[in-house]
């Protein structure tokens, strides 16, 4: 996994990002928020649920429609989840749309778009393979909620 920051702003989660022959890193003191609020995220589960902690600074990069879209992702609590239906009508806008705004979003996790779900099933998490399904059940699993709305 790897956080990309710029001028001290987090901006991007890589999950496959895979960095060859670091075993540490220099962490600086303005990093420690967010990676407070990433171990406490991770620490949390269905019966410890997540605390009340404000999410780290971001400024993730999109479009004007993107960024309404994943503000909106912030309101949907630990633990729930709503479908892309339910998404697009609170944005004004198509459940197609929204899923692609969801497939763009830089910062899975701290912008919770796993929390979206297909009204049949789970439905995609970083595009449609089952890497991304896998990881998007565990979240799920992992916040308590359900794959299903």
């Not at 956080?3 to 890193?25: C, H, N, P």
């Not at 620490?43 to 410890?48: D, F």
Request: glycine share 8%; aromatic share 8%.
């Amino acid at each position: 996994m790897r956080l990309t920051w710029l001028d001290e702003v987090l901006v991007a989660l890589d999950f496959d990002a895979v960095q060859s022959g670091a075993e540490s890193m220099d962490v600086a003191a303005w990093m420690m928020p967010t990676l407070d609020w990433l171990a406490a995220y991770c620490s949390a589960g269905s019966l410890a649920p997540f605390p009340e902690m404000k999410p780290p600074e971001m400024k993730p990069k999109g479009t004007a429609f993107q960024r309404k879209v994943w503000a909106e992702l912030l309101h949907i609590p630990w633990g729930e989840s709503i479908t892309y239906a339910e998404l697009a009508r609170r944005v004004a806008s198509s459940p197609r749309a929204v899923g692609g705004a969801l497939r763009a979003n830089p910062l899975p996790i701290f912008i919770p778009c796993h929390r979206v779900v297909a009204a049949s099933g789970l439905g995609g998490y970083a595009g449609a393979s089952e890497l991304g399904q896998a990881r998007k059940r565990w979240l799920l699993q992992h916040e308590g909620g359900s794959t299903r709305v």
